[in-house]
């Protein structure tokens, strides 16, 4: 007998969601307090929002200017403030480490 696991069913969109709530939910109280950043273009970062929001801490998501309109609608709607930065993965890491979010945490 085989089982299979559909990624559209997941609650966001992908098996990401295990792996973010996992890493959110390990979080000291002074690491949730301050909230969490990341850098995704996909179903990552809409894990990373659903996640926060469960755990009732904040994410900033860190995106590239070119990202889907429907990835980016569904990870606001999770939750998340949105930080656009250029098309590069690279760049928009950097953008993450140097945002005025990751300063004020």
Same mark, same amino acid.
């Given at each position: 007998?085989?089982?299979?696991? /559909?990624?559209? &069913? ?13 890493? =959110? ?5 002074? $690491?949730?307090?301050? *909230? /969490? =950043?990341? /850098?995704?273009?996909?179903?990552? +970062?809409? +894990? ?5 929001? $469960?755990? *009732?801490?904040?994410?900033? /998501? ?7 309109? !429907?990835?980016? $609608?569904?990870?606001? *709607?999770? *939750? +998340?403030? =949105?930080?656009? &930065?250029?098309?590069?993965? !690279?760049?928009?890491?950097? &953008? +993450?480490?140097? &945002? ?6």
């Amino acid at each position: 007998m085989k089982f299979f696991q /559909v990624r559209k &069913s997941q609650r966001a969109g992908a098996f990401k969601a295990r792996g973010a709530t996992n890493k =959110i939910l390990s979080l000291t109280a002074d $690491e949730k307090r301050r *909230g /969490v =950043i990341a /850098v995704s273009s996909g179903n990552h +970062a809409q +894990a990373v929002a659903l996640a926060a929001r $469960e755990a *009732g801490t904040r994410a900033v /998501v860190c995106l590239p200017n070119d990202a889907p309109k !429907m990835k980016v $609608e569904a990870t606001r *709607g999770y *939750g +998340a403030d =949105i930080a656009f &930065s250029t098309a590069t993965k !690279m760049t928009a890491t950097l &953008s +993450a480490a140097r &945002s005025p979010h990751a300063k004020a945490w």
